[in-house]
């Protein structure tokens, strides 16, 4: 599904250049959940970046299903971003004036063809997040987490290759935190594919892989035998608070 | 439509900042509002002087006492045009068909019937009526033996006879200026308001020689007047004929006043092709003002719109990131930044038309100024609107479209 060999990433212009990222490659198969892990400044930002085709590498190769996207101009990564890749961000990134039905069609505006049932689509996106009884609500009238939420259903309704989050509940206490990650165990089960960039072990540990990194290199690529389960986690902590 | 969705989301964003959108707004409605007022006024006003302009026989040439160029007056002041210029001037100058000398007199004191107005008093000859192409309405007019004798008598316009006779029948009754008494021979056909917009129907005419000599107690003429044959006519020099004819008119005064230019005129002339040339260069001068002024007040506006934009897209790096990062193209953000410059551009150009309009309708109510339209001018405001807008928008929408997503979703 994505295949990355030896990129390096480099910033800077002239004597004083950084290089964040030295000669990483791995590869991520279609339904793989992994977590990407790392302190900050190690470069975890910039792959979520490379990954997501918002920032090109200096050096390297990158395949995302049949695409060679280091050779891509800007436009055609922007159709890819749009149809491949479903991004959820630590700053959710919501547009504050619009209703959370309008939020999650906004790619849609984007897609090479506006779908017919675009509004259905987005019904279904906040249904299936269990917001349903929110969809006419402003990102200023719901919870982190209920917006944290909305911004998944954005990340779903072009029925993207990858869901890309970046420290997804970095910004939520921690039973919207465990809400989201059964978001991700559920969509994981349906068979997509996500990659969530962490500091966090407790994030880290419901993926099945996780590829750590160290001073821009992969320090660390080893599967979990047994990942938590935070729809397990999520149902035991719903019934502790009705029991008190 | 992909292009319709971005001005839909361009849109949207207008109307969730209200203010705002009427701010950038602001300086196209006014411009474009000022702008058809403008136009529509000074189109009726150059209509209404066409149509005074109109009225001046195209066949007439006047030589007026008193320098100065264009649509002149007689001077009273002036006493050097004298009644043998006319002479020479029938003598002299081909193609003329009738000449006439007229002396006047304006705001004199007139009594009769036992009442008192003021008239004016234009002194005649016979062949007046014929180059003024004005007639006897009742009794009849100055004759050459009328002219041979001084006689005492006169005509009266139609607004004086009916202010001092009213219903009365005034032939054969006396009239008095100053000292001298004039019986009433005829009654002029009324005209109303003349070439220069005096009412031309108060006035009182009397033979030229009794009028210089008893009245006046004067030599000179106020202006001579004459028609000209074919006063279209190319000549073999190439020059048109009335033209031609005025020149060579004014040749001859030269010579006979003794005048070398660049020596002042001592008189003007006025014919047709003048006065609408005179006509044109007001219409131009306002067709000026117009441009300057649209050039000023939309380009102001422009400049507002394009810093309020400007602001626009700072304030907003976040949300162009994440249109970017969703999978806009730098396209999709210029065409949405400018849909929103432009869509303020059209409401402020619909809204400032409709405005212009009816400021002008109520001016033309309560404020006397005839109004015209013309829709190519309008078309031009429009155009001229659109293309600031655009200018103004292009620039914001340039700095979004390059905005990099990685750098403002931090």
């Not at chain 1, 964040?20 to 279609?30: A, P």
């Not at chain 2, 106020?222 to 004819?245: A, N």
Request: charged share 25%; proline share 3%; hydrophobic share 40%.
């Amino acid at each position: 599904m994505i295949e990355l060999v030896d990129i390096d990433k480099t910033y800077g212009i002239g004597d004083i250049t950084t290089q964040v990222l030295k000669g990483v490659s791995f590869c991520v198969d279609k339904g793989e959940y992994v977590a990407v892990m790392g302190a900050s400044g190690t470069g975890k930002t910039t792959l979520m970046n490379l990954v997501g085709l918002l920032d090109k590498p200096t050096a390297g190769r990158y395949r995302l299903e049949d695409n060679d996207v280091v050779t891509l101009e800007d436009e055609a990564l922007s159709h890819l971003r749009n149809r491949k890749i479903g991004f959820v961000f630590q700053q959710f990134h919501l547009l504050d004036r619009a209703n959370a039905l309008r939020n999650v069609m906004l790619p849609l505006i984007y897609a090479d063809r506006y779908p017919e049932d675009a509004e259905d689509r987005a019904k279904k996106a906040l249904e299936a997040v269990g917001l349903a009884d929110r969809m006419h609500y402003n990102p200023n009238k719901l919870s982190g987490g209920q917006q944290q939420r909305v911004a998944i259903a954005r990340a779903l309704i072009n029925d993207p290759a990858i869901i890309l989050a970046d420290e997804p509940t970095g910004n939520l206490d921690s039973k919207s935190g465990i809400e989201i990650l059964a978001i991700f165990k559920r969509l994981h089960k349906q068979g997509r594919t996500i990659i969530v960039i962490t500091h966090d072990n407790n994030v880290a540990e419901h993926a099945d892989r996780i590829i750590v990194l160290k001073d821009g290199q992969i320090a660390e690529d080893k599967p979990i035998m047994q990942p938590r389960d935070a729809e397990t986690e999520l149902k035991e902590l719903n019934n502790k608070e009705g029991q008190s | 439509m992909r292009i319709l969705r971005l001005t839909q989301e361009g849109i949207r964003a207008l109307l969730t900042h209200k203010l705002r959108a009427f701010f950038m707004m602001a300086g196209t409605l006014i411009g474009v509002a000022a702008l058809t007022a403008i136009m529509t006024i000074s189109i009726g006003t150059a209509r209404k002087l066409k149509q005074q302009a109109s009225k001046w026989p195209h066949d007439v040439i006047k030589v007026n006492a008193g320098g100065g160029k264009g649509y002149t007056m007689p001077q009273e002041a002036i006493t050097t045009l004298l009644p043998a210029d006319a002479e020479a001037i029938q003598d002299q100058i081909d193609n003329l068909v009738l000449v006439t000398s007229v002396a006047e007199k304006r705001g004199l004191s007139i009594k009769g019937n036992s009442r008192q107005t003021g008239t004016n008093v234009f002194s005649i000859q016979p062949n007046w009526h014929e180059v003024m192409n004005w007639y006897i309405d009742q009794g009849e007019s100055v004759t050459d033996e009328d002219i041979a004798t001084m006689a005492r008598v006169c005509v009266l316009g139609a607004t004086i006879r009916e202010e001092l006779f009213g219903e009365q029948d005034p032939i054969g009754e006396m009239v008095q200026i100053g000292n001298v008494h004039l019986r009433i021979k005829g009654i002029l056909k009324p005209r109303g308001v003349g070439t220069s917009g005096r009412a031309s129907d108060d006035r009182i005419l009397v033979p030229l020689s009794t009028a210089l000599r008893r009245l006046f107690n004067q030599e000179h003429l106020s202006y001579i007047r004459m028609t000209v044959r074919d006063p279209d006519k190319i000549e073999d020099t190439g020059e048109i004929r009335i033209e031609r004819t005025a020149e060579e008119v004014r040749q001859l005064l030269h010579e006979r006043h003794h005048i070398t230019p660049p020596q002042e005129d001592d008189f003007s002339i006025v014919h047709s092709s003048i006065v609408i040339k005179d006509i044109r260069s007001i219409s131009k001068t306002t067709t000026v003002l117009l441009i300057v002024l649209a050039g000023l007040s939309l380009i102001v506006g422009g400049i507002v719109l394009m810093n309020i934009m400007l602001v626009s897209v700072n304030e907003r790096t976040k949300e162009i990131g994440l249109r970017r990062a969703l999978g806009a193209t730098r396209g999709d953000i210029f065409i949405q930044f400018l849909d929103e410059s432009l869509a303020v551009t059209v409401v402020g150009i619909v809204i400032g038309g409709i405005l212009g309009w009816i400021v002008s309708i109520l001016l033309e109510k309560y404020r006397d100024l005839s109004i015209g339209n013309s829709w190519g001018l309008f078309a031009l405001i429009v155009l001229f609107a659109l293309l600031i807008g655009i200018f103004s928008g292009v620039q914001p929408a340039r700095r979004a479209a390059k905005l990099q997503p990685v750098e403002t979703l931090r």
